[in-house]
């Protein structure tokens, strides 16, 4: 063998130990005493690190990836180029300011979605995501609130999506640095409290920080969880012909059981698989639940063809179609039942009674519906007494509010739009304004648009009013004064409380030396045809 191939193959021999653990998890051997040693003086060394992460994430085209806690996007622009412009990487963060400069830093990633997201969850729908990712984040979360945010992301993430956390090791923080780590033995047992399973636990060498990967805690079970595996086929038994009218061109659906009715000595019961019992959250208050479930012991087709039935099984009563009635006989067997609440114990419902065979599948629970939504005027009636109350003796903004409310309503008559998104944003459009005098020193509009947001939605919330109304307000208060976010500002919503919030600041004010002047000044500072109509009728003179 020549010197050269010699001298090659002994250096690879040589360095193939060091490459290995640079890249693998598979050894632990100390090459270097001093490889663990962390001599970054910077906040991010595991940033250097990024390489190996990456590796040990596998992310693919077209992955579904939340970031939480992304701080100013380092790592979903390092994960942006792996999901593709097929994927998505929601970039979560509770300061707008922080979600304001990922939208510029991003503005040609549109895989990247920079999004205000609350204390306490994601805003992000069930089963959506492959990869929960949180970098120096898990540290930051409510003291006590560890478990229940971890159920929470059990159930966004999909069947076999992970968890990816990345913390500073404990026990080699020191002083006020323990504040910012986190015991990785007290992570994997508040996982495992939640549904999840380490699968992969190391540290990142030389960085101080650990690395941990979950899965959910389903996919080791040795028989299928409930809602995972069974299926509900709603396949229609005779499909139209080309010449009949269709409802749908899907010709069968798919539903996941949430649960199962059983009956114990005497006592009826909703048993809720555990991946759904933060859906729970509130049940309690409620003084019954209206049951869907499905008539599983008559699933066969030729009950499901049944469409006429002597009701109650008296032949006395008429023969009658069994979308008249509440048989079991039907296309599709749908069962509602109204319970009363007897106690619920994490995910057990106890109920009076409910007419259905022990083992029957539950496909979904609703609650008293007009518990939260109330007619329109005592809703109204609400918002205003919670904005009166919030800001107590301050008449001024009282005062304020109400004109903007005044001017917000007579728009919408001509103008359109969600009455309640209106409504509430033009109530709650300067809420923050205490809290920005008192937090920043200031009532500056940028500060409104930051503190204002969170103190609504809480406001909001105990109301019940719904998810994307609650949404929609939040990104018009945070918006109301430097109209940055493109999508709010387009609402005709937004644009309706804009322009009432203008008619009220801007009254006795001299737009301008001359009538046109004025007009042209109305067509820059108004949005809505109706608004500037009536800034005209205000101010000027002819």
């Known amino acids: 063998m020549p010197k050269l191939c010699r001298l090659i193959v002994l250096l690879i021999v040589i360095t193939a130990p060091l490459a290995v653990y640079a890249d693998s998890v598979e050894s632990t051997r100390i090459i270097d005493p001093k490889q663990h040693i962390c001599s970054e003086d910077g906040g991010y060394p595991y940033r250097s690190k990024v390489d190996h992460v990456l590796k040990e994430l596998d992310i693919k085209a077209g992955d579904i990836i939340v970031d ?100 500073k090791h404990i026990a080699l923080a020191e002083g006020r640095g323990r504040e910012h780590a986190w015991s990785p033995a007290l992570l994997i047992q508040q996982a495992e409290e939640a549904g999840w399973i380490i699968v992969r636990l190391e540290m990142l060498t030389g960085t101080h920080h650990f690395i941990a990967l979950f899965v959910q805690k389903e996919l080791f079970s040795p028989k299928p969880t409930l809602n995972t595996k069974r299926q509900i086929d709603l396949s229609l038994n005779d499909k139209p012909t080309k010449s009949e009218p269709t409802v749908s061109s899907q010709s069968s659906f798919l539903l996941y059981p949430i649960g199962t009715i059983e009956r114990q000595n005497g006592h009826s019961y909703i048993v809720i698989d555990k991946k759904y019992q933060l859906g729970l959250k509130g049940l309690e208050t409620h003084d019954y639940v209206n049951v869907v479930y499905w008539f599983d012991k008559n699933d066969t087709p030729e009950k ?65 519906f007009f518990r939260f939504y109330k007619p329109d005027t005592d809703l109204n009636d609400k918002l205003i007494e919670e904005m009166k109350s919030y800001f107590g003796d301050k008449q001024g903004l009282i005062d304020h509010t109400m004109a903007v409310y005044g001017y917000a309503n007579q728009l919408h008559k001509t103008e359109g739009g969600d009455p309640l998104v209106v409504k509430a944003g033009a109530l709650y459009h300067d809420i923050g304004i205490p809290e920005a005098r008192r937090v920043h020193g200031s009532s500056a509009g940028k500060y409104q648009e930051i503190e204002g947001p969170p103190i609504a939605r809480k406001i909001l919330n105990q109301l019940g009013v719904a998810p994307e109304s609650v949404d929609h307000i939040c990104r018009i208060i945070a918006n109301h004064h430097t109209a940055h976010d493109e999508p709010t500002v387009k609402t005709v919503e937004f644009q309706i409380v804009w322009d009432a919030d203008g008619l009220v600041n801007h009254a006795g004010r001299k737009l301008g030396s001359s009538d046109e002047e004025i007009s042209r000044k109305i067509e820059q500072l108004f949005r809505t045809p109706n608004g500037k109509k009536m800034a005209r009728e205000m101010f000027v003179t002819k």
């Open 68 to 167: 939480i806690g992304a701080g100013d996007g380092w790592w979903a622009d390092k994960m942006a180029e792996f999901v593709g412009s097929s994927g998505t990487i929601h970039a979560s963060e509770v300061d707008q300011k922080k979600v304001d400069k990922m939208k510029e830093r991003f503005t040609d990633v549109p895989q990247v979605r920079p999004y205000l997201c609350p204390l306490d969850g994601t805003d992000l729908a069930e089963n959506t995501c492959d990869l929960v990712f949180l970098s120096k984040t898990y540290h930051h979360f409510a003291e006590g609130g560890h478990v229940d945010y971890l159920k929470h992301l059990h159930q966004v993430v999909k069947s076999t999506g992970r968890l990816c956390i990345i913390e």
């Open 304 to 368: 499901r063809a049944i469409l006429q039935v002597h009701p109650r099984g008296d032949k006395n009563n008429p023969l009658t179609g069994v979308f008249a009635t509440h048989s079991p006989f039907r296309p599709n067997l749908i069962a509602i039942s109204k319970c009363d609440i007897i106690s619920i114990k994490e995910n057990v419902i106890e109920i009076k009674e409910i007419d259905a065979f022990d083992g029957s599948p539950v496909l979904d629970l609703k609650g008293d």
